[in-house]
């Protein structure tokens, strides 16, 4: 794993290799994720967004820096081609989220690396340039733009609150594993974001050349806090797999701003599992004998295409046959985050390892068959070949796995395991 920011990280990978069985395969993770059902051009309530249908074509990339204890010390997200568009025609630019408590903006290097640089003044309408060219602005420049704490009071909407900060960066709690149970570390959370948002930008000075404000807006500078919509960030870790679950709310069709014509301005959602990590070695992994896991399971679950989505933990226990190539991965134990009700999501599938010659003897995937069905993608993580009481080879496995039905129903989850 060669991960662009350097020692110390560990990142899932920059390009899609390939779909199978409904899972995405970059060079160190596999992925799926999913869109709001009610991400239609009339929604009965534009503020919200519900539902969850299975979607592809789209590629989450996690970046996260890691201590030699394994312990999250930080994470990026970036998320492009998922048809999320502020004009109606377009994809917005690429989103990179932080979760950063510090005001700045961040961008793509020339090598890939994540840039981070001084937040320009409202003032400078060469950078804000919505003012000077309308809906031919650059939205590069109004994207992935922290712009609080800030020196000027946030401005509020009659009726909303008004929010000062825009995240509280990541929190963080030890699991079980290292102690004889098999709970991940978690580090989580969330950031009300402005993307899109033109009165980051002052209008044009007047005769007198005074700074005005832009149409719509109440003041200089971004409103408040999450104008635009929200990110969350779950991750959960073993010393080298990680399932990174992502959500991103935007506003699209931004009437009056970006969209040209009739759009209906509404919000949309996207959420996602990215299971990554430091990937075993192909060609050292073994070619007999066997391994057993036990690990944890985490996702997002809709009963039907109305109902919004609930999230979700199981648990996992894998079986890898390598003289066979055979790995079996079993789901079971499954319960709503927060409220232990049961969720149903049960299923063993049998996936199979992909050959040395190809470099993915560290690659299964497979189908998964039931009142929920869909298909399977696992990667083995850790040094190739390790001796242990249940088993030589990898120290650990993970997945992820995309299910749906014709009733609505639909599945985006992920999983890790390690040999205890």
Known sequence: MN????????????????????????????????????????????????????????LAEFRSAKDSNGITLSTAI??????????????????????????GRVELGSNGALVRSALPVSSNLSFYDYATKGKNGTQLNYANNRYFPRSAPSRCDPGDPCRTTETAGLNRTAGSWRSGGTRPDVAGGQRLHEDG????????????????W??????????????????????????????????????????????????????????????????????????????????????SYASNGVVDRVNFNCRATVTANFATRAVVVNVNTCVQEGSGTAVPISFSSSTTMGTAAAGES???TGTVSGTLSGGLSARFFGPANVAGTNGSGPPEVGGAFSLSNSSGAAVVAGFIAFKN
């Open 3 to 58: 991960c662009v920011e350097g020692a110390g990280y560990q990142c899932s990978g920059s390009v899609l290799i390939r779909s199978a069985n409904g899972v995405a395969l970059t060079s160190s993770g596999v992925q799926v994720y999913g869109r709001s059902t009610g991400d239609v051009l009339n929604p009965s309530n534009p503020n919200i967004a519900t539902g969850l249908a299975l979607a592809s074509g789209g």
């Open 78 to 103: 970036l998320l492009k081609n998922l048809n999320i568009s502020w004009d109606g025609v377009t994809d917005r630019p690429l989103i990179i989220e932080l979760f950063d408590t510090t005001a």
């Open 197 to 212: 948002d033109i009165h980051a930008g002052n209008g044009l000075p007047d005769a007198n050349g005074n700074p005005t």
């Open 214 to 299: 832009l149409p719509g807006g109440n003041g200089f500078g971004v409103p408040f806090p999450g104008s635009k919509g929200v990110r969350d960030v779950v991750q959960w870790s073993y010393r080298y797999s990680n399932i990174g679950y992502w959500g991103t709310r935007d506003t699209i069709h931004l009437g009056g701003q970006w969209a040209a014509g009739s759009f209906f301005e509404h919000n949309t959602e996207r959420t996602g599992i990215v299971t990554f990590g430091e990937v075993s070695d192909s060609n050292g992994m073994p070619v007999t004998g066997s391994a057993s896991y036990n690990g944890f399971v985490y996702g």
């Open 362 to 364: 560290n690659y299964s």
